[in-house]
């Protein structure tokens, strides 16, 4: 039984739909990362995916842009508590990334510029629930959102959806990334509220 | 542990300025903060609405203590309740301590930098305490210098207990003390060079403020020479 927080009413704005528990509905779009913004400029952006045999497939930004993308309009969820509605993204799946990718392996390290690190099942990149995305509300994907391009993986914290993507590394097991391996939830699943190891 | 909530009851407040004040909360259970973490805090409406949102930890060191500096958001929802309307025995929940990357431990070797954006002194001054706490020679093996930008003189966070335990430079972005050499701006390459510590390989640089102002100082570090690797940045706020 939670204490009662004397004079506290709360603001219990009506929002259009319910949020995962524990989240507060935003309107800006806050930024949160470990380190300095990297500048990835597009020309030197490269892509790549790598599995255990040793092998590895890459893309450039052409690349990317030759390929078949989809808007997505998806709700976003950070681990530091504000929820954002609707947001409009521009990328490809990450499906069309694996089509010739082989792999046993289950888990998945993604790695950016900059150094940052974050861990996922494979299977929660795929079937259309994940994206290299590269442009937000229809404009160029700012650096400190992540430009040129980041992982979006939004029925996942955000802190999933690594910014400055650069390649994905399938493991064996589901090795700890960087904010895993410093408190927080190996999976990150906002309905279940798995914010903290 | 950090599953768990605990129950919470202010046994103090202190303005800290006009819009800021400092909580200190009893809270059996609660242990083993570093400096730079943060609590999640958990406020309960009489027919059982929560909000909840993260604070840093103001002050480390007394297990069962919880020192928080709230400043408040104007539009917020739980910030004015903490900052105007909270008084002692009033109760609510904590969770924490939580973060373990942009912390700084007395066992830590080599200099740091410190930069503070307005209410981003929060995390740095718990560093600056834990440091000043744990003695001479900790603060021989870990020189500290602070970096710290705010609008007017009346904004600063904790002004003279700082001055008193870090070598302390103050940057002015609207309005300076009468006199003061250094007209009111913003942080500029200029302003680095002189106050904070030249890059080097044992160097740990922590920025903390809103996102625009920790975006400006970071790239400003890595223009200077900063390994980005040895830059640890915490921000707050939205950025287009």
């Not at chain 1, 950070?78 to 993204?89: A, D, F, I, P, Q």
């Not at chain 2, 059996?28 to 909000?51: E, I, K, N």
């Not at chain 2, 993260?54 to 004015?80: C, Q």
């Not at chain 2, 503070?116 to 995390?123: F, L, W």
Request: with cysteine.
């Amino acid at each position: 039984m939670a204490v009662v927080s004397r004079g506290f009413g709360g603001r219990r704005e009506p929002t259009e739909k319910p949020l995962p528990p524990g989240q507060f509905l935003t309107e800006d779009f806050p930024v949160l990362s470990a380190g300095p913004t990297p500048n990835v400029d597009e020309s030197r952006w490269e892509f790549s995916i790598h599995t255990e045999t040793g092998e590895a497939h890459r893309w450039d930004w052409a690349a990317l842009q030759a390929m078949d993308a989809e808007d997505v309009s998806t709700d976003i969820h950070c681990v530091t508590r504000w929820s954002k509605l609707g947001t409009g993204w521009r990328g490809v799946p990450l499906d069309a990334f694996f089509a010739d990718v082989e792999t046993e392996d289950d888990f998945v390290m993604a790695h950016s510029y900059g150094g940052y690190t974050t861990n996922l099942p494979l299977d929660d990149l795929l079937d259309g629930k994940a994206w290299l995305a590269y442009e937000f509300e229809g404009e160029p994907l700012a650096p400190v959102h992540g430009g040129p391009v980041r992982l979006l993986v939004p029925h996942l914290y955000f802190w999933k959806s690594a910014k400055w993507i650069r390649s994905l590394v399938t493991q064996a097991d589901d090795v700890p990334g960087f904010w895993e391996q410093n408190g927080y939830h190996a999976y990150g699943d906002p309905w279940l509220e798995q914010r903290y190891s | 542990m950090t599953e768990q909530w605990h129950v919470a009851q202010v046994v103090g407040t202190t303005p800290v300025t006009a819009s800021a004040r400092a909580v200190t909360l009893a809270v059996p259970g609660f242990a083993g903060a570093v400096a730079g973490q943060h609590v999640d805090v958990r406020l309960t409406a009489p027919d059982g609405y929560q909000a909840a949102r993260s604070y840093s930890l103001a002050a480390v060191g007394a297990d069962e203590r919880v020192e928080l500096a709230v400043d408040r958001v104007p539009d917020g929802e739980v910030s004015p309740y903490l900052v105007d309307e909270l008084r002692v025995g009033d109760r609510m929940e904590v969770r924490g301590p939580l973060g373990g990357w942009f912390v700084w431990r007395p066992e830590d070797v080599g200099p740091v930098q410190l930069v503070a954006g307005g209410s981003g002194i929060v995390p740095l001054a718990a560093m600056v305490r834990a440091r000043r706490d744990a003695g001479p020679e900790v603060a021989a093996r870990a020189p500290f210098r602070l970096l710290y930008s705010v609008r007017t003189p009346q904004d600063a966070f904790f002004a003279d207990e700082l001055e008193a335990a870090v070598d302390l430079t103050w940057a002015y972005t609207r309005r300076t003390p009468p006199g003061w050499p250094r007209p009111a701006r913003r942080l500029d390459a200029a302003d680095l060079a002189a106050s904070t510590f030249a890059p080097s390989d044992d160097l740990t640089v922590l920025v903390c403020g809103p996102t625009a102002f920790v975006e400006t100082v970071a790239g400003l570090l890595l223009e200077a020479g900063h390994d980005p690797a040895r830059v640890k940045t915490e921000r707050f706020g939205g950025a287009s």
